[in-house]
């Protein structure tokens, strides 16, 4: 395979929006003279003049892209754009090392929002909004990623994509070219991540913070400007808004852009995603508050109530903002938050985990089996919200769901193994896995990854990415088939 050719080139463009990106941190620095413009400037000139050179160098050769060197493209992608990313982190923090420059960097580009950096109160607004533009930027890029990039490489397919949007948002909803509905989403993301800066503003936020939620919320990356995260406005009026926008980036993209054109809430009804997810989180939040005010954890219901459901829901939805040190709860609530995270979020959003596509698919097909135990020679197709679900995109849902929680398990042994303890182990690897943020004792919302030796952090950072780029986008470069001729 000739590939170093074309993808040089496509990495080399990527580089140098890349670098634009970082440019906006740079004139921001700039224009408030905070002590973070150096790092900018070093950061902003290396990438784009690597960039700018392998794009020049291979300007003559092939551009085609087939479905083996898509696949090169995204490991490079998602891989490499991390380092880049750390270099203004480790030019102002000279005492971060790199491999905690790499997590914080591979943390906000694949929306996780766990962290390592303590002091964020202190640290220049420029380099706060680097990490929240991370958050954002990647947010839209996984929706464009899951629409677009994954039925070229035939990762379940266009009749996978097909099957993930039932209902109100089948193709025929959404522009018909993949350039005009990737536009569509971005257009429903910038929106909506707009209107809740807005809501922050008007509810007492500074500006800074207001962008750098906003971009946290609609992304759900869950980076914050404050040690304390959210808990640090103790405002109720804050959370119920992070928690509605949080709420609407777990729902599939292309639903909303249905809904608005046609100005109706019908199609979140006509979503079996959305009708399932919402259900299954807002129940999930009764039930915790009870947990909670049977246990004497708060005075009383209301209390409970409110914290319970901003904190669940944002590790629901795989955001991973916090309010309160849920590592003190009862352990079945953050248990139960954590298992969220695996399942809840729609396909077409910006959350991790499984998506609830899958666990849709999964129950159904446990059903079907239930079924054909009882009347063998039945003829029982799979549905979703009236669409036929084919036994191919089945069995690629159940090899997903297969590789997602045996990935899980080895990552689990292999924190382990470096002697982390197990409750530490298994709540990192879930919430990095899910792009969920914080864990549970170590990795508690009370604290962050930097307590992780350099080799638990470097299996966290490699959780993330292949979460993110949903495993098999990863997996496939080790099968021995995938080099050859």
Same mark, same amino acid.
């Given at each position: 395979?000739?590939? /170093?050719?074309?993808?040089? +080139? /496509? =990495?080399?463009? #990527? ?44 300007? @003559?050769?092939?551009?085609?892209? @087939? ?51 303590? !002091?964020?109160?202190?640290?220049? !607004? ?9 958050? &954002? ?24 994509? *097909? ?22 989403? &971005? ?19 500074? &500006? ?38 949080? %709420? ?7 639903? +909303? ?20 997810? %919402? ?13 909670? &005010? ?7 219901? =209301?209390?409970?109530? @409110? ?23 009862? /352990?079945? #609530?953050?248990?139960?938050? %954590? ?12 959350? !991790? ?6 666990? $849709? ?8 089996? =239930? ?13 979703? !919200? ?13 090899? =997903? ?50 307590? %992780? ?17 949903? $495993? ?12 050859? *001729?």
């Amino acid at each position: 395979m000739n590939l /170093i050719g074309p993808l040089a +080139h /496509i =990495f080399g463009i #990527v580089l140098m929006g890349f670098s634009g990106l970082m440019a906006t941190c740079l004139m921001v620095s700039f224009l408030t003279g905070d002590a973070a413009f150096t790092a900018f400037l070093h950061g902003t000139l290396f990438t784009l003049a690597l960039g700018l050179g392998l794009f020049s160098a291979t300007l @003559r050769t092939k551009k085609e892209v @087939r479905t083996r060197a898509g696949f090169l493209l995204v490991a490079i992608t998602w891989s490499l754009l991390p380092a880049f990313g750390a270099i203004p982190l480790m030019q102002y923090l000279p005492e971060l090392s790199f491999t905690d420059a790499y997590f914080e960097a591979m943390s906000g580009l694949t929306t996780t929002g766990a962290t390592v950096l303590a !002091g964020l109160d202190g640290l220049p !607004g420029s380099i706060n909004l680097w990490r929240h533009e991370l958050n &954002w930027i990647a947010g839209m890029g996984i929706i464009v990623f899951a629409v677009a990039i994954l039925p070229i490489l035939g990762v379940g397919g266009m009749q996978l994509y *097909k099957a993930e949007t039932p209902g109100a948002t089948k193709e025929s909803s959404l522009p018909p070219r993949i350039a005009q509905t990737a536009k569509a989403l &971005w257009v429903v993301y910038a929106g909506l991540t707009a209107l809740c800066m807005v809501c922050l503003k008007l509810v007492g936020m500074n &500006w800074l913070d207001a962008v750098c939620h906003a971009f946290a919320a609609l992304s759900l990356g869950g980076f914050s400007t404050h040690d304390t995260n959210v808990g640090y406005f103790d405002s109720l009026a804050v959370e119920i808004i992070l928690t509605v926008f949080q %709420l609407a980036a777990g729902i599939n993209f292309a639903t +909303h852009f249905v809904a608005l054109r046609r100005l109706s809430a019908a199609p979140y009804g006509r979503d079996p995603e959305a009708k399932s997810f %919402l259900a299954l989180v807002l129940t999930s939040c009764l039930v915790g508050a009870l947990v909670l &005010w049977y246990h004497g954890t708060y005075a009383d219901f =209301f209390t409970a109530l @409110r914290h319970v459901t901003f904190n669940l829901v944002t590790i629901a939805t795989d955001c991973g903002f916090a309010t309160q040190d849920f590592n003190q709860w009862p /352990i079945f #609530v953050p248990m139960l938050m %954590l298992f969220l995270s695996c399942i809840s979020t729609s396909s077409g959003s910006t959350g !991790g985990g499984l998506r609830m596509i899958r666990t $849709i698919v999964l129950v159904k097909q446990a059903q079907r089996e =239930f079924h054909l135990l009882i009347h063998p020679q039945a003829v029982t197709p799979l549905k979703i !919200g009236g669409s036929v679900v084919s036994n191919q995109v089945v069995m690629s849902v159940l090899g =997903f769901i297969f590789l997602y929680f045996i990935s899980i398990v080895i990552m689990v042994f292999s924190l382990l193994i470096t002697g982390l303890d197990f409750i530490t182990a298994l709540s990192a690897v879930i919430a990095c896995f899910n792009n969920a943020g914080p864990g549970l004792n170590q990795v508690g919302p009370a604290g962050n990854y930097a307590s %992780l030796t350099d080799l638990q952090t470097w299996i966290c950072s490699f959780a993330m990415l292949l979460g993110r780029v949903q $495993i098999f986008s990863i997996l496939i470069l080790f099968v021995p088939e995938f080099w050859r *001729k």
